[in-house]
DNA sequence: GACAATCACTACTAAACTAGTATACTTACA
DNA sequence: TGTAAGTATACTAGTTTAGTAGTGATTGTC
C-alpha cells in the first residue's frame, strides 16, 4: 500500500509537539521547525492547512505562534490523516467518510478487491479513529522510560 | 492512505480472471483485455510483471496464454499487493516484510507515528494475508446471488 | 520452413503529485 | 512606527502513474 506522505509525518510530529505544550501558549514556527526537523517554509505551509482544518489555531504579532484549538485528548490520528492524506480507505468506493464510485467497477456490490478493501478500511479506521494525540504521546512516554529503564540495567 | 494504483487493481482483476479459468488452460491476453476492460498494452506489462513475482505462467505462440502459476487457494491479496505497490505498511519503518529506517525518525522506537503504523500494518496484514484469490471470487459469487436472489423478490 | 499467432522487451510521453523554495504581504504588540 | 510574527501566492525539480508505440522472440501448424 502506499505510504504517508512527509506531509503526514510532518503534521503529526507537528502535532504531537503542540501536544507536549498543550496549555502552555503559543509555540513559534520557527521553534517547531527547528526542534522537530521540519523544513520551515514547508512547515508553514502545512500549520495553515492545519489551521484550515481545524486542529490548530495560531496568534499573529510578536508572541504569536500555533496551539492546538482542541484537547489533544479529541484529535485522533484518523481525523489528520484523513485532513491531510484523503480517505483512509485503499478504494474510493470502500470509503466511507469520502465513498466515490471508482471509474472501474461496474457493479460495486460485487467487485472483490472492493469487499476485501472495505474489510481493510473498518480494521484501520478501528485503530485510528480512536487512537488520539494525547494517547500517543501517552505511548510514547512509557516507551522512553522502558528503553531507559534497560539501559538502566545493563 | 493512499489509493491502490490502477496497476494493483488491475493486477488483481486480472488474477480474479484467471482463478475462474484455472484449469481450463491458457487464457489470450486479449480477451483478458476486453473481458476485464484493461489496456491491453499496459496489461501486457502488468502480467510480465505478475509472471516475475511467480503468480502467472505463460505460453507463447498459437493456443499460448497466461494462467495462474499456484492454486487460487493459495495465492493471497496481501502477496499480490506487496508483489505489485510494496509492502503493506504505511511506513517502511513499520514494514515487516521489508523494514527500512525511515530518513526522518531518531529513535525508532519512541516514535509515535511509528507505534501507530505497525498496528495498522498488523491489522492489515490480518485481512490481506489470510483472503486468497479463490476466497475472493467465492465471495463475489455469493455477492452476486444474494442481490439476484433480492431481484427476483421484487 | 514459412507464416501467423502469441507473448516479451525497450523506449517514450503527458499529466499529476511531492517536497519543497522564494518573494512579497499583513497583522499586532510595545 | 518598528519588528516579530504568521499569510498568500507562485514557482520548480524530481518522481510516479498510466499509459502508448514499435519492434523482437517463440512456437504451433500446414
New interface residues.
Given amino acids: 500500500?502506499?505510504?504517508?506522505?512527509?506531509r503526514t509525518?510532518y503534521s503529526?510530529?507537528a502535532l504531537?509537539a503542540l501536544t507536549r505544550k498543550y496549555g502552555a501558549g503559543p509555540v513559534l514556527i520557527s521553534n517547531l521547525s527547528k526542534d522537530e526537523?521540519i523544513p520551515k517554509k514547508f512547515l508553514e505551509q502545512i500549520l495553515v492547512s492545519l489551521k484550515g482544518a481545524g486542529f490548530v489555531s495560531s496568534k499573529k504579532g510578536k508572541g504569536g505562534g500555533y496551539l492546538l484549538a482542541q484537547p489533544p485528548e479529541e484529535i485522533t490520528?484518523g481525523s489528520v490523516?484523513r485532513a491531510v492524506?484523503?480517505?483512509?480507505?485503499?478504494?474510493?468506493c470502500a470509503s466511507e467518510t469520502r465513498f466515490r464510485k471508482?471509474d472501474?467497477c461496474v457493479d460495486i456490490?460485487?467487485?472483490?478487491?472492493r469487499?476485501?478493501?472495505r474489510?481493510?478500511r473498518d480494521?484501520?479506521s478501528?485503530?485510528?479513529d480512536e487512537?488520539t494525540l494525547a494517547a500517543?504521546?501517552r505511548?510514547?512516554d512509557l516507551?522512553?522510560n522502558a528503553?531507559s529503564g534497560q539501559d538502566r540495567q545493563t
Same sequence: chains 1, 2.
Fill in positions: 500500500m502506499r505510504q504517508l506522505s512527509k509525518q503529526l510530529r504531537y526537523v490520528i490523516i492524506e484523503g480517505p483512509l480507505a485503499p478504494l474510493p471508482c472501474e456490490e460485487t467487485c472483490g478487491t469487499i476485501v478493501m474489510r481493510v480494521a484501520m478501528e485503530i485510528l487512537t500517543v504521546c505511548e510514547v516507551a522512553k528503553s
